[in-house]
């Protein structure tokens, strides 16, 4: 790359990484720390969704974020921040939030839209296989990629796919289907392989491709509408694969009988656990697995997915493992639309596939770049050999200009040592050697496992949302904390203040048209009836042990309530004596009823008793005005009103 393009890179880079906070606008400081237009909009949009924004309310929340933002200020000069309680449950929350941004999601999104493309249709595919051992040496691959070549060549020839496979294919089934191994759909071959096959067209053969099995060569044989999944139970009258004719008759015959008492109405699933030779369905009924193409015998799933509706019987189908009856519980189409509810399914599906590595691969790479990853300029021949000498060793403490202390990577903030390298090594795999290329693999994931655990300590530094989740937690918790020190603690047990804030504002506290009375509410209709049954039949003074008795399925108390709080659907004139009209609850269908004991109509002073909880709720707003008004005047505000309008 040459110098200016270089500068050009590194430039608009320093410009990517800088523009955020060049572009944030400040809308108020507190104390000179920043509170930004952008927070303040995600706050207000949260808390106020489905409302259309004035320039009043815009100011009303202003007025109320920045006392929340005065709150917490005070919280960490108070270093409330440093209680051993905040600190674990900052933690556990960050721990809990953080592997939901450990994802890649464009590569995540482009594996869903992919499996979805794929999905519309099966293929129906051929193959020849050139095997290669377990651990092949270079011998065993030219080889292989000679006989694979060599059948490829005959292929160009124009010679019959099924011929050429006969001729090499190493697949032991080749015998039996010429090369053919039907249908298959997505997530039915490993990943590399299913896209080589949905990169042919129709009548079109691949050439050979290498994977750790060996070398493949794939014919599209034809394509066809995917058929989806199914949900069947079987019914399989087993015979060993060393059968004799006479066995083999046997097992139809047998297998005819039951499909003629099927056909007369015998319950399947009654018969399938009487008479079925597959022992991992025949305890359930017969019902296997929910399958899809390329699972099970070509002929199995013809048979299966052939019949017309649920409920269905096939007659006895032979395979190599006996006589099957099969009968369709349910199908599934493959969705033709790509709507929220597929896309969640086929990425659940993806997450638990094995082509979730691109996924996870290009994370690596994302977070490597974004955390400034750097590899020390060591060689890895001399590190490999230090390894294994010094696993085996544990005394060894250099070799070749490297030391325990020797830097082997790092990043922004952080940088990783031979010793701790050792460390992982010795976990790992203990005192067994590795070599160049182990050692190499085990160092690329020891790479990758710190890079993640790196990322993810550090995640507020590289993910706006994450960040903006954790101050919001961090700070919930604060305001909270200091909330219960300086407002509610105090204003529920300073007896002196309430009853001085009480006697000051007397003419708060009123009672309007109330009542004395019992209150019910139970679980139903039924119980609220059988209650007041009993109620009216006993003495209203029993009530207590009538409703105790009920346990959780009855609630009841007793005291003075404004006509306003005591159920009453109908508006019924209430006196002495009456029970109310049950009223239900539409979301749980609770029925709750009072009875009325006493009635006042005329509106009247609250004794302190009777408005205590009005007064501590107001005391607390009291206490709260005065905290912010003293805060207000320890902490600087400073509000942008030209960054407000812009609002």
């Known amino acids: 790359m040459s110098t200016p393009v270089k500068a050009f890179f590194l430039l608009a880079a ?25 927070e303040f909009l995600k706050a207000y949009n949260k808390n106020n969704s489905g409302q259309k924004p004035t320039v009043a309310s815009y100011r009303e929340y202003l007025e109320l974020y920045i006392r929340y933002k005065l709150k917490v200020r005070a919280a960490y000069d108070a270093q409330l921040d440093t209680l051993p309680g905040q600190r674990t449950e900052l933690q556990n929350f960050r721990s809990q939030v953080a592997e939901s941004y450990l994802k890649d999601e464009s590569s995540l999104d482009r594996l869903v839209k992919e499996v979805f493309q794929r999905g519309q249709k099966d293929i129906h595919l051929s193959h020849i296989l ?29 010679k019959k796919f099924s011929e050429v496979a006969g001729l090499y294919s190493e697949d032991p089934a080749v015998r039996s289907n010429g090369g053919s191994i039907g249908f298959i759909t997505v997530f039915t ?12 067209a129709p009548g079109q053969y691949s050439k050979p491709y290498r994977s750790k099995g060996g070398y493949h060569i794939f014919r599209n044989d034809g394509e066809r509408k995917a058929l989806g999944r199914i949900k069947t139970a079987q019914i399989l009258i087993a015979f060993p694969p060393t059968a004799t004719g006479v066995v083999k008759a046997s097992a139809e015959h047998q297998a005819d009988s039951i499909y003629a008492l099927l056909q007369k109405g015998a319950d399947f699933a009654n018969l399938a656990r009487a008479t079925s030779g597959d022992n991992l369905s025949y305890q359930q009924g017969g019902e296997l697995p929910e399958f899809g193409v390329g699972r099970y015998d070509s002929v199995f799933e013809a048979t299966a997915f052939g019949l017309g509706r649920d409920g269905a019987i096939s007659k006895p189908m032979l395979s190599s493992f006996g006589y099957h009856i099969i009968k369709r519980l349910d199908r599934k189409p493959f969705p033709t639309q790509l709507d ?9 599906q993806v997450m638990n596939d094995p082509r979730i590595e691109i996924s996870r691969k290009a994370l690596l790479d994302r977070i490597l770049q974004q955390t400034a990853f750097r590899r020390a300029d060591i060689s890895d021949l001399d590190l490999w050999a230090f390894t294994d000498s010094a696993v085996r060793n544990a005394g060894l403490s250099s070799f070749r200009g490297l030391g325990l202390t020797t830097v082997v990577f790092s990043f922004s903030r952080q940088s990783y040592t031979v010793k ?8 790992a795999r203990g005192l067994r050697p590795g070599g160049n290329q182990a050692d190499k693999e085990l160092f690329d994931r020891y790479i990758e496992r710190t890079a993640q655990d790196y990322y993810r300590n550090h995640l507020e530094e590289y993910n706006v949302d994450f960040a903006f989740q954790l101050t919001e937690f961090r700070e919930g918790n604060l305001l909270f904390e200091i909330m219960q020190r300086k407002v509610w603690d105090k204003a529920s047990t300073d007896s002196a203040g309430l009853r001085k804030y009480y006697e000051a504002h007397r003419d708060k506290y009123w009672w309007e048209q109330s009542a004395d009375a019992l209150l019910f509410t139970c679980n139903n209709a ?16 029993a009530w207590r042990q009538m409703t105790d008795s ?20 109908t508006r019924a004139d209430l006196n002495p004596g009456v029970y109310t009209p049950f009223a239900t609850n539409a979301t749980d269908n609770s029925v709750s009823f009072a009875y009325i004991l006493n009635v006042y109509r005329d509106r009247a002073p609250r004794n302190f008793r009777d408005a205590r909880g009005f007064v501590i709720n107001d005391y607390q707003a009291f206490l709260e005005d005065q905290w912010i008004a003293d805060l207000k005047k320890k902490y600087a505000i400073k509000v942008d009103e030209s960054v407000f309008k812009t609002l």
Do not use: C
């Not at 071959?189 to 042919?200: I, N, V």
């Not at 701790?420 to 976990?427: G, I, K, M, S, T």
């Open 340 to 348: 929220e509810a597929t896309a969640a399914l086929l990425k659940q």
């Open 420 to 427: 701790e390298w050792f460390d992982y090594v010795r976990a």
């Open 526 to 541: 039924k119980t609220a009836g059988d209650l007041r049954s009993k109620l009216q039949s006993h003495s209203i003074t």
């Open 130 to 158: 050139i095997a290669l051992p377990k651990n092949p040496i270079p011998a065993d691959t030219v080889k292989a990629y000679e006989k694979a070549m060599a059948a490829w060549s005959e292929l160009k020839k124009g």
């Open 189 to 200: 071959l490993p990943y590399q392989l299913e896209g080589l096959a949905y990169s042919l």
């Open 550 to 569: 009920g346990a959780s399925a009855i609630q009841a108390d007793s005291g003075r309530y404004e006509l306003t709080q005591i159920p009453n659907p």
């Open 14 to 38: 320093l410009f990517l990484s800088l523009s955020p906070r060049l572009w944030a606008q400040t809308l108020f400081t507190v104390e000179n720390r920043p509170v930004s237009k952008e």
